[in-house]
């Protein structure tokens, strides 16, 4: 099979009249845990903050327990101590057995009170900083301010949960958390985040494929960021939001089918910040998703050029499946992107997937031979050269956090629909079987990972589905 075959192979689909159940069920969904946040006693810096240091922590925990009475959230008291380094919060917060641990200190000095806090989320895998809470004693509005800021941390904490339990697939926890975090105070978190708020509906949205909820939440993100645009106080990150809001917005509108208006959302901001990354691929794979290859192309190829977005090269490769010279340029897109990322697992699935059977073999046997402490999705390059059966390749999904499990499966799933349009899905090799590919890609799509990077490739090669291309391009 030559390689313009090949590649007319992997870009080809067809629509698949009724949707057949998933390959391999998903395992059966648990009930949403609360999420569990560990405070630990503010730490007085110098001894004159040893009762301020107590009475703040008072306010934090008493606006905590105010407002998640509706909320799925409990704060617990571990015995841990403060971490003072990125390692320690990380070790300490496993430890204590909690999803996110905060901690602060308190200081006292020269008439001037200043908080400091800090927290690390555990599924995220990363720390939070807080906005300086500074204070001069002398100030009659003390308290008040203390009062307000605790009300502030509270808020905080409860939206910084949100992010973790989408990735964990809580969509109830989610939305209870959304229904608590309601304004108290036009200068607490919420008042003065409201686009945040209504971005993380919209991201609800996209968790639970709600292609409406998507579009109010987003839609009411960018209605504020105009607001400060109109008001002249839009500040330097103002541009960032909107590019981003804005994404998630054509998210939405590709979920309801409406290619035509996620199109229209991106393209004049594409257009005005040509650097940014994630809108110039969901414009070019609403592009796709239309059946305009040239533009989707163009949109692509300065993203394929620099060889470090994978999915762009994927999305390039259809793109240029049906030109003239579309396998050259496939190939070229292909070759950079294992010569930027020679260590990197999905580069060579996508590359081998491009070739013949032969040509595939040996290439995933040469990096799994001098990758052999590789993680995933190196069990699915060992399955298609049949170093592991299907049921070991199942296996070995399986992990005790069920986060992380999903981000396997979907991987597995991923790249086996890239097989079957590829014609290498070991037992159907030698023809694409896309009846199999939208099997494996819904089931991907099933997983609810909509974080990992497979997630948006399985919704664009599902667009192509139905479009019902044929194998050879057209």
Not at 127 to 135: D, R, T, V
């Amino acid at each position: 099979m030559s390689l313009r075959a090949c590649l007319l192979v992997l870009a080809a689909m067809s629509v698949a009249c009724t949707h057949a159940p998933a390959p391999v069920a998903e395992p059966a969904p648990r009930s949403e845990p609360r999420y569990v946040v560990g405070l630990l006693p503010l730490r007085a810096a110098t001894p004159e903050a040893a009762e301020v240091a107590k009475a703040q922590q008072a306010r934090i925990l008493a606006s905590l327990h105010g407002l998640t009475r509706e909320a799925p959230l409990d704060v617990v008291h571990p015995a841990v101590a403060s971490p003072s380094t990125l390692e320690e919060a990380r070790a300490r917060t496993g430890e204590a057995k909690v999803n996110a641990l905060a901690w602060g200190e308190v200081s006292l000095e020269g008439g001037k009170l200043a908080v400091k806090l800090s927290s690390f989320e555990a599924t995220v895998g990363a720390p939070s900083g807080f906005w300086p809470m500074e204070y001069t004693v002398a100030d009659a509005k003390l308290g008040e301010l203390l009062e307000l800021d605790a009300l502030r941390i509270g808020q905080a904490l409860m939206q910084e949960s949100l992010l973790p339990m989408m990735m964990r697939y809580q969509p109830s926890n989610v939305r209870a958390m959304l229904e608590a975090l309601v304004s108290k105070h036009p200068l607490d978190w919420v008042g003065l985040n409201p686009d945040i708020i209504e971005r993380r509906w919209g991201m609800l949205g996209r968790l639970t494929r709600d292609g409406a909820l998507a579009e109010k939440g987003y839609r009411a993100a960018l209605a504020h960021v105009a607001a400060w645009r109109a008001k002249g106080t839009a500040a330097p990150g103002t541009d960032v939001k909107e590019a981003f809001y804005s994404v998630g917005l054509a998210r939405g509108l590709l979920l309801q089918g409406r290619t035509r208006e996620a199109v229209e959302v991106l393209a004049p901001i594409v257009k005005r910040m040509p650097g940014d990354v994630e809108s110039r691929l969901i414009l070019a794979r609403a592009h796709l998703a239309q059946g305009d290859m040239d533009a989707s192309a163009g949109l692509l190829r300065p993203l394929v050029d620099e060889g470090k977005n994978t999915a762009a090269t994927r999305m390039y490769v259809t793109a240029v499946a049906a030109m003239r010279d579309g396998a050259e340029l496939a190939k070229q897109a292909l070759s950079v992107l294992v010569e930027k990322n020679p260590d990197d697992v999905m580069a060579w699935l996508l590359d081998s997937l491009s070739g013949p059977r032969e040509a595939l073999v040996a290439k995933l046997k040469s990096f799994i031979a001098s990758h052999v402490s590789a993680d995933w999705p190196l069990p699915v390059a060992r399955y298609l050269v049949g170093e592991l059966d299907e049921q070991a390749l199942w296996a070995a999904t399986k992990d005790e956090d069920s986060h992380t499990e999903r981000l396997r499966r979907i991987q597995a799933h991923y790249y086996l629909g890239e097989a079957a349009l590829a014609g290498q899905l070991p037992g159907h090799e030698g023809r694409a079987d896309t009846r199999e590919a939208q099997r494996h890609f819904e089931a991907a799509i099933g997983t609810h990972a909509f974080h990992h990077p497979t997630y948006d490739l399985a919704d664009f090669q599902l667009e192509q589905l139905r479009r019902g291309l044929m194998a050879d391009g057209r």
